[in-house]
């Protein structure tokens, strides 16, 4: 059907009549923004998610006038998934309140399932991912391969930190070798103890100028080495259940703190695990790091590195250049993905 050509008159009108709804649009968003805030708004400016409490976020202030103060603010209803490390665009209101009005772009986000399977954010614009296990609650390697392939596919570096060292005693001395073999393949492993004040510092200066954050189970003691770190922070701790050996969900949103040398470090709620359903199999393999010279280079295109011939996954393992080890976690976790 061919276009009606409105008169100059009459697209002159369509033009003012949507001229005056953006305007009944901008004065109506105004007058809410005032109730929620009890007064006017101060000019647009550039702010940081420091933490996400249900419907309403801490923004810390970022020009130089209130550089550092913290303000209570809302959401303007189109804004969704912002995090801490967000950096958005707000306006001030009255009392340390105010409204965010747009969320500027992300430079890396750590994701992760919820139960439905649906990838939701965690934090944003973060440069490192510290990964904490500790003897207690225990770790194995199937659960660090489980957040590392999380880790690695969300192309944010990871670091390993085994926490609690003070608590290797008999039982626990696997570890030791399975931290060794976290190294031999490339990754950074710290150790500490927030009880003993062990290996701060070097802990430290990897966090030093960069974006860090601690991600790993309930009662590692995230929040713990975060007190350590920085004197004069009190974020709640919780005991480990003695029933169970597990933690008990103390922390429940993510929060960002400045460190005095320079760079960020954001403490996160425990997690059991990052849940990898959302994952194809092809997707799965590049989690495991030592395993892609020798992606491409099986014999057939669509190999399963099961039991096929010319198979060079399975080489490198009988090669001793993927530890069979790492390469069961693999297997395990593709088994959980088609099951
Ligand atoms: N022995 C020992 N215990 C520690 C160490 N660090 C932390 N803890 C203890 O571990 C327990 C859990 O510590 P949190 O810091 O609350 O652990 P979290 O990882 O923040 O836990 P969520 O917030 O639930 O994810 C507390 O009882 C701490 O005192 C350590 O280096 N050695
Ligand atoms: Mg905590
Ligand atoms: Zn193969």
Not at 100 to 119: C, E, F, M, Q, Y
Not at 152 to 171: R, T, W
Not at 180 to 209: A, M
Request: aromatic share 6%.
């Amino acid at each position: 059907m061919a276009k009606r050509k409105l008169t100059r008159k009459q697209s002159w009108r369509v033009k003012k009549i949507q001229n005056e709804r953006t305007e009944r649009m901008r004065k109506q968003q105004e007058k809410q923004d005032r109730l929620i805030t009890g007064g006017d708004l101060g000019p647009e400016q550039e702010g940081l998610v420091i933490t996400h409490y249900g419907s309403q976020l801490d923004i810390e202030c970022l020009n130089d006038h209130q550089k550092g103060v913290i303000f209570r603010c809302h959401l303007r209803a189109n804004i969704e998934g912002l995090v801490t490390g967000d950096r958005v665009v707000w306006r001030a209101g009255k009392e340390f309140t105010g409204i965010i009005v747009a969320s500027l772009p992300r430079h890396s986000v750590l994701n992760r399932p919820d139960t439905r399977g649906k990838l939701k954010p965690i934090a944003a614009n973060i440069d490192q991912i510290i990964v904490v296990f500790s003897p207690l609650p225990k770790a194995s390697s199937a659960l660090l391969d489980r957040y590392l392939v999380a880790v690695e596919l969300s192309q944010i570096e990871p670091i390993l930190l085994l926490n609690k060292y003070d608590l290797i005693d008999e039982d626990e001395q696997h570890l030791i070798p399975m931290i060794q073999r976290y190294r031999d393949i490339g990754y950074t492993v710290l150790t500490s103890s927030t009880k003993k004040h062990q290996g701060l510092n070097e802990l430290q200066s990897l966090l030093d100028q960069r974006i860090s954050v601690f991600v790993g189970q309930s009662g590692v003691g995230k929040s713990s080495l975060v007190n350590s770190l920085l004197p004069g922070t009190e974020l709640k701790i919780g005991e480990v259940s003695e029933n169970s050996g597990l933690g008990i969900h103390t922390t429940t949103s993510a929060r960002l703190f400045h460190l005095p040398g320079g760079g960020e470090l954001i403490d996160s709620p425990g997690i059991r695990e990052f849940g990898l359903w959302h994952l194809k199999p092809d997707e799965l393999i590049d989690g495991f790091k030592e395993f892609t010279p020798f992606v491409g280079l099986c014999k057939f295109r669509d190999c399963n590195h099961d039991k096929e011939p010319g198979c060079a996954i399975l080489k490198a393992v009988k090669d001793g250049d993927i530890t069979s080890l790492r390469f069961d976690n693999y297997r395990q976790i593709l088994q959980a993905l088609s099951g």
